[in-house]
């Protein structure tokens, strides 16, 4: 279905036209638009970015609209700003368009276009056909469509409603790959395959993004053994790690599953009694139960909850009320959590009723981009500048979102209205709007701002939350999230096993953290060990990864294990914590002080089965041959060679680490 | 009791680790998968930052305006300097001796009067952004150390302002704060000197960490690699007293001022010789609301004297040293002062104009960039912007003002904020 006759440069096969070198023909097309046909060439070549004239001030006294935001004044730019100069309509070749960018004169962007190329070709094209804006109806893109054909990427854009006009827009298309170890991609679409592995290839076209998922397996998936799964989770991770030709590690032996469960669950060390009923029964979900009754429990995701909010903490060095205001804040997700509120009810609470958080920032937008980020996992923040070229949010979509946010006003007569956020170029009021997400079911009628806002988020079903809540969770067990950034979920962005993120979360739809976290701990993926294997493996998530502790972490293990107090100051630096570890007080004193060592020292009967109880409380395991050699003379020194080897186990990679 | 191999039936000596410790991994800063391109390889410069925290106002420092009427030009006298038609604060003698080997930038010029967002755009040459935070230009020039050095490569006396850190790098690259005031006589790095203890017990914790079979991840090298370098900033000598400021004649300390900012000047120095490439000194006070002469030349040193101390001293050291051309100081805040005094006689926040002094590297010697008008409101020729001085102090620095850094969402983010051009006349 052509739309465009052969004369102006863009139509559905007006490259292989232009690539013959016929431009400039006397036919004049059916349907042209400058927004269309031209523009997208200009933004192939990278003349639209933040960097160049679609900079706030333009470059060079030339301002194109970033990503071509504003195509009218796009036009404007070209064809008649600078007196009309900067295009030539007698002599199209000696137009500054086509001059300045292939050197023919001067260009701070250098070269980017050459006369044999085919946007060179089209530009020429149509200042020559007389630079029209548009010919024929005005058209809407509705949807870019991309798919793969012999190792060619082909793009479809689709306007006025699908299906009634359509057009191939391959060679109008910018593209890039999320992983150019896997695919990369040229310009004319053309795709060259390298590693094995996933990558996301995306098309960009008039502010609408396609993407494509091209996958090359690490190993035949038919060569790889059959796995059973009896866990929901490990269904969908090891249907994913089968396409990917990946075989997931085995299970982690027990005493390091369990050592990881305590730290990531209730951040203590499981003591030897524990080891030996879970050696009886390895059943995780047991465990899991036992523990997330704790009040630590409720203190160390009471914490993660704090941070995926961006409640600040002590250490934001807020002025005083301000602080202990926030502190109140803290302790009350800690309490929700104890009494086993939903995750919704605690969210919902920060958004209508305990609203210190959001009314911290005075500007609605500050609140407007807080939620986004915090409960939903978006970074609409870069909509308030320019339509955002990586996702979806328009500028007017967050400057409506954030009028959901003013703050509301006394009403003449008494009683509150609704506030008003003024357009910040216009002065007039814009009308507050929820952000355009699909959602499942309508808004109920008659809630204020406050209620709409906890509906879109909540209960519309539109998941967004639910997906953030779980990648949140998924990464404080992980160490890593299937999304990363873990507020910046997008379409070009994609998480690394979309399946499970979408699995945890219909889990977490119930708001039941409890439900979410034995889900996910009683799993083989949560489960996988991390000895030593090939790094996609763990990309994949097909092996885990140990990782550092979190300081909070460190700190309750070893005030829990040696009954030791918390150091006065937490240094800011990694190599500053470095130092204090080695010459601050607080490990030494762990070491030396500890009433719980002094009766452990007291008990053992000797220096062997002190070494072994000492290895058993801190490192939940026997110590190895090589281990015994080293310690068992430093313990002759009594007291102090305790200290010694205690104060070593602690500072060690091993103890520092969940693995 | 078992046997025990006697290299390992007592603890090492301090000698024993030493030697073992010749052979730990440093970190690998090129190694990061942050830079896009990669900062110049062997770039030996170094710079000292003395953070005026607060606004100095520049009519009372650097660009004084002996003509205007009496509200604008203050209650503080102002002397010539070496350079045509620039004054200085009368407090400032010995800098406007310098003024021929120095440079400075008069007609610095942006839009934020806000502390925090003022602060953010001069110290990363952004201007504030609510998705980005950029990093501190120390913490960018401090990537490009490719050297195995004990010493951080970037420090910050006594500690970093919120946006003297690494913004959107790992915090791996922030500062390393010596936390302390070094004008006191007891000063001492933070954790930095050996417990009792210390060097027996890391002996055995570098051999318990040594029989650990387990593989090392990604974050637990980086933990290594921190480990590695506490332990040799804290158990070699040498290293160590790179920080100890009595290992400096007596006259050189005097000569430096007893006080913070001389001291803070003076272990500048003594860092940046010894392997840091970026140094911040940060010097609070200068929010001058109220009376500004009284709280400019009154006190225990009096600001500005204590910064004509501090600064000449740093600047005749570095010549004494040959260092002039490796080492540049820069003297800047957040924004100027408004030129007409306010009614309690102090100035209030104007960031239309403010000046900046600067010494050394590839800077021209004796240049005087850009000037104002009259009554110091508005630059008068030549504006520079925060993005066109870091072009430049980057340029001075042998840098490359291409350079781009990666975002952690991938996206390339150059260096230099689009539209910063090196000032050519600052530069040699």
Known sequence: MLLCAQALPAQSAPDRADESGAHGGATPPASFDFRHDILPRLHRQGCASAYCHGSATGRGGFKLSLFGSDPDADFRAITADLGGRRIDLRDAAHSLLLRKPTLDLDHGGGRRLRRDDTNYRALRGWIEAGAPQRIGPSRQLDELELVERSERLVATAHFDGAGTARRDVTTLCSFHSSDERVVTVDGDGRLSRHGPGEAFVFARYLGHSARLALLRPFAEPSTLPQQRADHALDAVWLRRLRELGLTPAPPAPPEVLLRRLYLDLAETLPRPADVAAFRANPDPGVVADRLMRLPSFADRFGRLLAETFEIPSITDKLPGARARLFEVQRTRLVEALRRGDTLHAIAERLLTSDRALLERHEDPRDRAELVGRAFLGVRIGCARCHDSPVDRWRQGEHLAFAAMFASPRPRAGGGMASGVLFHPDTGTPVPPHLLPVRSQTAPPRGLDHAAQVAWFVLRSGNRMFERNLANRVFAALLGRGLVEPLDDHRLSNPATHEAVLAHLAEVAAGGDLRALVRHLVTSALYRASSAAGASHEVAWFARRSARPMPRETFEHAVSDALAARPPASRPASPLATQLALLNGPYLHQAADRSRTLDTVAELAPDRASLLHTVFALLLTRPPAEAERRLFLPVLENGRQGLGDVVFAILASREFGSIR | ?428
Not at chain 2, 323 to 338: P, Y
Request: charge should be positive.
């Open chain 2, 1 to 428: 009791m078992n046997p025990v191999p006697p290299e390992l039936a007592t603890p090492c000596t301090r000698r024993d680790l030493l030697g073992a410790m010749a052979s730990l991994p440093l970190l690998r800063l090129f190694d990061h998968p942050t830079f896009g391109t990669p900062a110049r390889r062997g770039n030996r410069k170094a710079w000292i930052l003395v953070w005026l925290d607060g606004g100095a106002s520049h009519l009372e420092t650097f660009d004084c305006k002996p003509e205007a009427p009496p509200d604008i030009r203050g209650d503080l006298k102002s002397i010539p300097t070496r350079a045509d038609g620039v004054f200085f604060g009368e407090p400032l003698g010995r800098l406007a001796k310098l003024m021929d080997r120095m440079t400075l930038f008069r007609s610095i010029t942006h839009g934020e009067g806000q502390h925090d967002r003022a602060s953010e755009y001069l110290l990363t040459g952004h201007r504030p952004s609510p998705v980005l935070h950029h990093p501190f230009l120390g913490v960018v020039h401090a990537l490009g150390r490719s050297e195995d050095s004990a010493i951080p490569a970037y420090v910050a006396i006594p500690d970093a302002p919120t946006h003297g850190r690494e913004g959107f790098l790992p915090a791996a690259r922030g500062p390393f704060e010596v936390g302390g005031n070094p004008g006191r006589p007891d000063f001492r790095v933070h954790d930095l000197a050996p417990r009792q203890r210390t060097p027996a017990r890391s002996t055995l914790l570098r051999q318990l960490d040594a029989l650990d079979g387990a593989p090392r991840s990604p974050s637990e090298a980086t933990r290594d690699a921190f480990l590695a370098q506490a332990l040799r900033m804290t158990l070699d000598p040498k290293t160590r007293a790179v920080f100890d400021l009595g290992a400096e004649a007596d006259a050189v300390r005097q000569r430096f001022g007893r006080h913070q900012l001389g001291q803070s000047c003076l272990l500048a120095r003594r860092l940046v010789q010894h392997g840091s490439r970026s140094v911040l000194i940060r010097d609070v006070g200068w929010d001058h609301h109220r009376d500004i002469k009284r709280a400019m030349t009154y006190g225990f040193p009096p600001k500005l004297t204590a910064l004509d101390q501090s600064i000449s001293a740093l600047v005749e050291d570095l010549e004494r040293h040959d260092l002039a051309d490796d080492v540049m100081v820069v003297v800047a805040s957040e924004f100027g002062r408004t030129p007409r005094l306010n009614p309690s006689g102090g100035r209030d926040h104007w960031p239309r104009a403010q000046s900046v002094l600067a010494f050394g590297a590839g800077l021209a010697r004796g240049a005087v960039v850009g000037s104002t008008d009259r009554k110091g409101e508005a630059p008068a020729s030549d504006a520079i912007s925060p993005a066109d001085l870091h072009a430049t102090l980057i340029a001075a620095l042998g840098g490359d003002v291409g350079q781009t850094l990666r975002a952690p969402n991938g996206r390339p983010i150059p260096v230099v904020e689009a539209g910063g051009r090196p000032v050519r006349g600052a530069l040699r």
